[in-house]
């Protein structure tokens, strides 16, 4: 086990009082620098950063952040649910260490599309077909991993054939979505 000791705080962004979202982290004794190219090797839509050391993890619309001495996750619903998101976190730390004989380190930076990136490539109609109020709205949602590509029946269309390519493109760094657990 890699993680075994740590100090937990919940609190609520110091930006935004009263806006019943919770944000946890749990202050490391352990360095785990180590484990975070095995973690970025084994989470969809990861995002790591060799200088920092550091991996962000979107999904389900919490922000999961990994650092040498710290794990934190944001926005989540409430106290509880903050305390588990961080838990769930450190055992997914420790469960990545115990198989890292299995894994094959990934170095490789990578980086989210942008909303705006995305949006550009989209129609831009406005139809609420993909059950959105917007095009920029979907495509944010689609940004987070909060929505699939095959949402927007418009972009299907063969006059769309090379946005629908470039989208594809852009979105191969498979990003999780809503509800799907590793």
Known sequence: MLIDKYDLEVLTPPCEPGAERFSAVAR?????????????????????????????????????????????????????????????????????????????????????????EIYRLLPQTNCKACGQATCFVFATKLALGQVDLRACPVVQEPQYADRLAQLNDLLAADLPAVGQRE
């Open 28 to 116: 490391l004794v352990t360095d785990i620098r180590e484990a975070l190219p095995y973690l970025n090797a084994t989470l969809r839509g990861a995002v790591y950063s060799a200088a920092g050391p550091s991996l962000t993890w979107t999904k389900g619309g919490h922000k999961g952040a990994f650092h040498p001495y710290q794990i934190a996750v944001s926005n989540v619903q409430d106290r509880d649910a903050a305390i588990r998101e961080v838990e769930g976190l450190v055992k997914l730390v420790n469960r990545t260490w115990e198989r890292r004989a299995e894994i094959r380190p990934d170095y490789e930076t990578r980086r989210r599309p942008g909303p705006m």
